[in-house]
């Protein structure tokens, strides 16, 4: 069988996680260099117009609220469609055995097939994305996506995705908002605080965000919630989340325990039950759980945590191509 074009060689990737873990000083000042580089972008890019609002056309009269859905994917992709609106997250779209890039030559080889392939994806309104990671923007999405698409994202995402030649893009630092309207409804994407991982290591691995998506009736009213973690640690810009933004109904929590060069920098099974108390969400998905070899705490720990820590019944459990189906909030019905 012909192999992917990804597949590794595993004495290569010995001999060359070797020289990466050799090359760790030199590492670190590459980081301190490139987060200078991308400092200067931002300065760059601060004379440029920062989009706030996205109108999008509509074919219905009228928009059915009532209920909505999101399918799994894979990894941080979930197709999310309520509204009107059909939201995709963290493209990824790399099948078992091929790799993705996290940076500094690293690499990370995919375990599971996504549910879907690009080019079965159905017509989408925007992706948001939490941050440029090869499991959550992967290269085939970075060659074969629409430039057209809208993009919400972080700012150095959205300067790095503006060279590689997509044009419509949404920066949003933590707190900022971009509106976006279809129809008579309006889907309110904010940046949420995010750290992937250690303030040290986090400071070398890509500006990451969380983001909280308000889905609002013609009459101003929140008919659904939903927040979307990111690759992050629950670190103390976390508690901030439930005082700006209680009545949560959905959180996809990125879980997984990713560990990076001996390090953890996302939410393993532990972190994962610390982040549903501090949001308290009404129900949760985990996603991001066990996709790549980098990530390290099963999702078996997950079940086992959230039902000695009483949180099982508000906890789904997709399977890859698997569906979730929501109703809106109880007063809006
Ligand atoms: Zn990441
Ligand atoms: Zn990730």
Redesign the pocket.
Same mark, same amino acid.
């Given at each position: 069988m012909k192999p992917w074009p990804g597949r590794r060689n595993a004495s290569t990737l010995s001999l060359r996680a070797l020289c990466v873990l050799r090359a760790w000083p030199l590492l670190l000042l590459v980081s301190l260099l490139s987060s200078t580089a991308l400092a200067q972008d931002k300065q760059g890019a601060s004379g440029a117009t920062v989009h706030r609002s996205l109108m999008l056309s509509s074919a219905a009269a009228e928009t059915d609220f009532s209920e909505g859905s999101l399918v799994f994917i894979g990894n941080a992709t979930v197709l999310l469609e309520f509204a009107g609106f059909r939201i995709l997250t963290d493209p990824n779209f790399l099948h078992r055995g091929e790799l993705a890039h /996290?940076g500094y030559g690293l690499t990370t080889e995919r375990l599971t097939n996504p549910a879907m392939s690009l080019d079965q994806l159905p017509p989408v309104d925007l992706v948001v994305l939490s #941050?440029l #990671?090869g *499991? #959550?923007f992967d290269q085939l999405v970075q060659q074969k996506l629409d430039r057209d698409l809208p993009i919400v994202t972080t700012p150095d995402a959205a300067a790095q995705l503006g060279r590689m030649g997509f044009k419509r893009l949404f920066s949003l630092g933590t707190w900022e908002t971009l509106t976006v309207r279809k129809g008579d409804a309006t889907l309110r994407i904010t940046g949420m605080p995010a750290r #992937?991982g250690p303030p040290v290591l986090a400071a070398a /691995?890509?500006e990451?965000m969380g983001s909280m998506l308000d889905f609002v009736n013609p009459g101003g009213a929140v008919t659904y919630r939903i927040y979307i973690t990111g *690759?992050t640690l629950v670190f103390d810009a976390i508690k901030d989340i439930p005082r700006r933004y209680p009545d949560v109904d959905l959180a996809l929590l990125h879980l997984g325990g !990713?560990r990076v060069l001996g390090v953890t920098? !996302?939410m393993d099974a532990a972190e994962g039950v610390k982040m549903m108390r501090l949001v308290a969400p009404r129900h949760a998905v985990p996603i991001h759980y066990n996709d790549y070899d980098v990530f390290k705490s099963p999702l078996s720990d997950f079940e086992r945590m959230v039902r000695e820590a009483g949180l099982a019944e508000r906890l789904t459990f997709l399977k890859h191509g698997q569906r979730y189906r929501f109703v809106q909030r109880p007063e809006q019905r």
């Open positions: /996290l #941050h #990671h *499991d #959550h #992937h /691995l890509p990451t *690759d !990713t920098v !996302t």
